[in-house]
């Protein structure tokens, strides 16, 4: 079973920030938190992860609580091509356990 | 450079059929996973190859086994097809295995329907 709660679905307007909540309270001291996201029939996209300390790439920042119960995905300007199912995972070893994720719409 | 492929992109079988699915890994990398991901649902994890020998697996039956060559590349193989093996299977590579740092990248998937 997946080890995140995420929103079943969210709006965001164009060119604002979307912030993706995620619940993880039962994350383990060693476990990263990852973030893909998945646009209709295609493979699930790579975004961003994180331990402990908060991250920032060219896609997205990663904001984790102090006690790593939950985090925010922040997209800073959202577009019309961020539409699509993001998946908050607590990876358990090799494998990704994917829960039901949220699918963002971007609205213009 | 190119990333994860897989073939074929769409696949019709019938019950009782068996199926073979392939999946080349990004450039560099060593192990391969497979996902099975039902209409509406996120991905589930089938099992992981490294070294040829499949090192970790998920709640699916003996009907789902696989192959990784010394290439790399990996087969999923499905035996005695149910309809509900209907479903797009994900091909992810990465480079080491057991490592929690390493990123998973997804190829485009393969399209299965059971008749």
Redesign the interface.
């Known amino acids: 079973d ?1 080890k995140t709660t995420q929103p079943t679905s969210m709006d965001c307007a164009e060119g604002r920030a979307a912030n993706l909540p995620c619940n993880h309270s039962t994350i383990s001291g ?3 938190v990852y973030w ?1 996201r998945q646009i209709h ?6 975004i961003i ?1 994180g331990l402990k300390n908060n991250e920032t790439n060219e896609m997205a920042s990663l904001i984790i609580t102090e006690d790593r119960k939950s985090s925010t995905l922040i997209l800073p300007h959202a577009t019309l091509r961020d539409t699509a199912v993001y ?1 908050c995972i607590v ?1 358990a ?9 949220t699918e963002l719409s971007v609205k213009p | 450079d190119a990333g994860v492929t897989q073939s074929p992109t769409h696949l019709i079988k019938t019950r009782g059929q068996q199926v073979t699915l392939r999946c080349s890994p990004k450039s560099g990398h060593d192990t391969v996973s497979w996902y099975q991901q039902a209409l509406g649902q996120g991905p589930q994890f089938i099992f992981q190859y490294y070294e040829e020998e499949e090192r970790q697996r998920g709640n699916f039956p003996d009907r789902f086994s696989g192959h990784q060559f010394p290439n790399y590349s990996s087969e999923l193989n499905v035996n005695a097809l149910l309809l509900g093996d209907s479903a797009l299977y994900l091909c992810a590579s990465s480079l080491g295995f057991g490592n929690t740092r390493d990123i998973q990248y997804f190829g485009a998937g393969t399209r299965l329907s059971v008749l």
């Open positions: 997946a060693n476990e990263y893909y029939s295609q493979g699930p996209q790579y992860h998946y990876r070893g090799g494998k990704l356990i994917f829960g039901q994720g």
